[in-house]
């Protein structure tokens, strides 16, 4: 914890003092403050003396941030940082810990220096253990670290630096850091952690009590050999009581990469791996009592201000490096090295199977006169093109089929019941899908409205996404031509809507967010042929588009994969997919129809009174009252242009 009042303004201005080499004066500030009456006359001997009380000070009082701030400037190190505190925090609170994290999130660093800080306060009667794969790792990572701020404090400190190893004496262990290699996949037996107890003091410490006390750091612990966890089970008999920290602490870190690993086993959450969510779970108690931390890269300071606020964590440009080797967001290494978290299980898999996308290249036959319904994706990242799909939306008694192998004429196919009655269903006929001329907001604001003019579409039946720079756009659209249109931004959350009236879960219950939604919509129109696709359509970029774009499942929800993942992959911007999506989304929420899986009948909502008219007394088909459709009668209906 940091201090708080006058004792914080004091060690602040100490802290600054002994930075600018004015020890001296630091120790007088510290001598006044606390009424010491000494006389320091600027020697070292004596102001020294006073410096390290105080930093004993520090440490005895909790304030273990203000204690590294007065030995270290902060271009050596900082506690502000969030990872460092949420790391300190675990060491304060638990006996055993697990930390799960991406790339340069400063969990051996900052956990290293907590333990070197905590040596520091006991250097007698306390030993640290650092495990790592190999000498080089602990060498050039830790153990470097340790060695530097153990030369360049701002007092001197005690014990001497050797190879791994930083003690008060070479015949002592005890009062000792000790470096330990577990080489990576060794078939040597246990032992490296075996000895390590906790030994008896000659007189009771006020903090500690009557035994020494044992730290024990492992980096990369899910590399470390099978064998070991036989140690470390035996070696956690050193816990007195549960819930005591004071004497013993055993934290291991790592990047997690496989899930059926030992570690994994003791990290599982308490309703299983199947339960983890990215977006949520930073900190858990495991089903085998460990206490678990997670780091994810896109905390960091630095990615969330897109800035560098404390160098050395991990950056917006550093993650989406991550990004673009690995493979994209949806890889495992970017979920290892750039969330901090296991890759989901199971395989990816594509939203569009191809065979589905082939038979949906048809037009339907209406019934009546179709809704015009237009979409929009504005596309405006990175200067692509805006793409604009237009399509009809009614009732329909049938699909129409192009000539084929089979079929050289054409053939049409009507709807009919079990019976044999014809009957009539919604159906959304895509048209078109055509990019719009670029140009800055308002250009292309008056563009869009233009379309919908001439095409008749009317507000409640369009939608565009306002994600990014799409927003000045759709509000201008909004407020220019009508309020009823339906902007979507991506990252939004899912809606409490259902896709289809038999589906058991709510859009929130199932998806991530809406542009997953959205997606796995259009996929159940396809599927149950409420959408149609003219074969006048260009699909050259569609197929790609639709049949390319993968999805997994994430803590129990579903996350489409993300656009900049899929053009990482090598692919063009889906921007046509997109707008097809939309195309959907503007005759579902215009309508306000929740199709069903049963393809004899429209689905009545909660308040139908029961009406039906001509086609549905033949047909068995339910309309409810809210989808009636005689406003398509109205003279003053717009007529549906083609647009070329």
Not at 221 to 232: A, M, Q, R, T
Not at 489 to 511: P, Q, V, W
Not at 580 to 603: C, D
Request: with cysteine; net charge negative; aromatic share 10%.
């Amino acid at each position: 914890m940091f201090l708080e009042g006058p004792k914080k303004v004091l060690a602040a201005k100490v802290a600054g003092l002994v930075h600018a080499d004015k020890k001296s004066e630091a120790a007088e500030e510290i001598n006044e403050f606390c009424k010491l009456g000494l006389s320091l006359d600027g020697d070292p001997k004596k102001f020294i003396p006073v410096l390290q009380h105080w930093f004993h000070f520090l440490m005895g009082a909790g304030a273990i941030e203000e204690a590294a701030m007065f030995l270290w400037t902060p271009t050596l190190f900082t506690p502000y940082p969030k990872f460092t505190q949420s790391l300190w925090e675990l060491f304060d609170e638990t006996s055993h810990g697990l930390v799960m994290g991406a790339a340069s999130c400063s969990k051996s660093f900052s956990l290293g220096v907590r333990f070197f800080l905590e040596w520091l306060r006991d250097p007698e009667w306390t030993t640290v253990r650092v495990l790592g794969p190999s000498e080089a790792h602990l060498s050039s990572n830790l153990f470097s670290h340790l060695v530097s701020l153990h030369s360049s404090a701002s007092i001197p400190l005690p014990g001497e630096v050797g190879d791994l190893w930083i003690g008060l004496d070479r015949r002592n262990q005890l009062s000792s850091i000790k470096g330990v290699v577990i080489p990576i996949g060794a078939a040597k037996k246990a032992g490296r952690l075996q000895g390590q107890k906790r030994k008896p003091r000659p007189f009771l410490h006020p903090v500690f009590g009557a035994l020494s006390r044992l730290l024990i750091l492992i980096d990369e612990v899910e590399n470390v050999p099978k064998s070991l966890w036989g140690d470390i089970s035996n070696i956690l008999s050193n816990i007195q009581e549960e819930g005591d920290t004071s004497g013993f602490v055993l934290i291991g870190a790592y990047n997690p990469t496989v899930i059926s690993d030992e570690v994994a086993k003791r990290a599982e959450p308490p309703l299983g791996w199947n339960s983890f969510d990215p977006e949520t779970s930073y900190r858990w108690k495991s089903i085998r009592g460990w206490d678990v931390l997670r780091l994810s890269g896109e905390q960091s300071e630095n990615v969330i201000q897109d800035k560098i606020v404390y160098p050395g964590l991990q950056t917006k440009s550093g993650l989406e490096q991550i990004a673009r080797n690995a493979g994209g967001k949806m890889s495992a290494g970017y979920f290892s090295m750039g969330l901090g978290c296991y890759p989901p299980q199971g395989t990816e898999l594509t939203i569009i199977p191809p065979g589905l996308l082939q038979k949906c290249r048809a037009e339907f036959i209406f019934y009546d006169d179709p809704r015009p319904i237009g979409a929009v994706d504005l596309a405006l990242e990175g200067g692509d093109t805006a793409v604009y799909a237009l399509g009809r939306w009614g009732r329909v008694t049938g699909i129409k089929y192009q000539a084929s192998l089979e079929h050289p004429q054409g053939h049409k196919v009507m709807f009919k019941d079990k019976a044999g009655q014809n009957i009539v269903r919604w159906g959304l006929q895509a048209d078109q899908v055509f990019a719009l001329p670029k140009g800055d907001t308002v250009a292309m604001k008056n563009a869009i409205i233009e379309t919908n003019r001439r095409a008749g579409v009317r507000g409640e039946y369009f939608a565009c996404d306002r994600t990014g720079g799409g927003s000045g756009v759709a509000d201008l659209i909004k407020y220019e031509w009508s309020p009823s249109i339906h902007d979507l931004n991506y990252s939004s959350a899912s809606s409490k809507d259902k896709i289809m009236a038999e589906d058991t879960k709510t859009c929130n219950e199932e998806f991530e967010r809406v542009n997953s939604e959205i997606w796995f919509c259009m996929r159940a129109w396809l599927e149950f042929g409420y959408l149609l696709l003219s074969p006048s359509i260009d699909m050259s970029k569609l197929t790609q588009q639709l049949t390319g774009r993968k999805f997994r499942k994430i803590g129990g929800k579903t996350r489409v994969e993300p656009k900049s993942d899929f053009v990482n992959r090598g692919h063009e911007s889906p921007d046509e997919a997109d707008a097809l999506t939309l195309l959907v989304h503007a005759a579902r929420k215009g309508s306000g129809v929740t199709l069903s899986m049963n393809l004899e009948e429209l689905p009545a909502s909660d308040d139908s009174d029961g009406w039906m008219d001509e086609m549905v007394l033949r047909g068995g088909a339910r309309i409810d009252e809210s989808n009636r459709t005689q406003f398509l009668d109205d003279d003053m209906r717009p007529m549906h242009e083609a647009i070329l």
